[in-house]
């Protein structure tokens, strides 16, 4: 069984486009993340839900909109794509505890022409 | 500031030799420390959590070691494998704050055979 999944795992798009990525997580997690991974194999932290609250919000174009309709699933629309927009984006999650590990999707490659 | 550092940015050792990747950092206050190991094409995976009162722990070929007066932690990798070759990053957590997670670059580690 996957515990994080994310959907899809490429996207090639054109500047301009809209489009999703998908995640689910079966670990009964309360916590849910984005990150982007860009050329250089640094992650940050986009957005951030508990029991589908936002809770971390980076300073990110308003073209990323996450939405969490439950505590399993967070998924990240993107508007009007930017080839700066190209990117792996990883989805994870973690059990809000003192050792905090994070679960990580497969990731999704991004790539805007 | 909270920033973690890693080092080098990448290494090339031959197969069976041991190798030790650097972390520094200056995230405070400390809650404890993750080293992830990430393959190519895949998430991140934890190998590893150091907490405050711990020196060292060993997790089959992999040992990370914490010295928390100096803030540095070091993973040591004996007898390499061709599989070892990935990007490990260290992860560190402050006890506060909903964005309390601060990721290093990463070392890119290749094994050769």
């Known amino acids: 069984d996957t515990a994080v999944s994310q959907t899809p795992k490429y996207l090639v798009t054109q500047m301009g486009n809209d489009k999703s990525i998908k995640c689910e997580q079966n670990?009964?997690?309360?916590?849910m993340y984005w990150y982007k991974q860009d050329s250089k194999k640094f992650l940050k932290i986009m957005f951030s839900?508990?029991?589908?609250?936002?809770?971390i919000n980076e300073t990110v174009p308003n073209r990323f909109s996450p939405k969490s309709p439950d505590k399993a699933h967070l998924n990240l629309h993107i508007n009007s794509l930017e080839l700066g927009d190209s990117a792996v984006y990883f989805c994870?999650?973690?059990?809000?505890?003192?050792?905090?590990?994070?679960?990580f999707g497969e990731g999704s490659r991004l790539t805007v022409l | 500031k909270n920033q973690v550092e890693q080092s080098p940015q990448s290494l090339i050792i031959l197969e069976g030799k041991n190798c030790t990747l650097q972390c520094n950092y200056t995230v405070s206050p400390f809650s404890n420390l993750r080293w992830y190991k990430q393959d190519t094409g895949r998430g991140p995976v934890s190998l590893t959590i150091m907490t405050f009162s711990e020196n060292t722990k060993s997790n089959g070929r992999y040992t990370a070691t914490l010295d928390a007066d100096t803030k540095q932690s070091s993973l040591h990798i004996t007898a390499s494998q061709l599989s070892d070759s990935a990007s490990y990053i260290c992860v560190v957590s402050a006890i506060s704050g909903a964005n309390n997670l601060f990721f290093g670059t990463g070392t890119r580690l290749t094994v050769i055979p």
């Open positions: 839900y508990n029991n589908k609250e936002l809770i």
């Open positions: 670990l009964g997690h309360d916590t």
């Open positions: 994870a999650s973690s059990q809000v505890t003192v050792t905090g590990e994070l679960f």
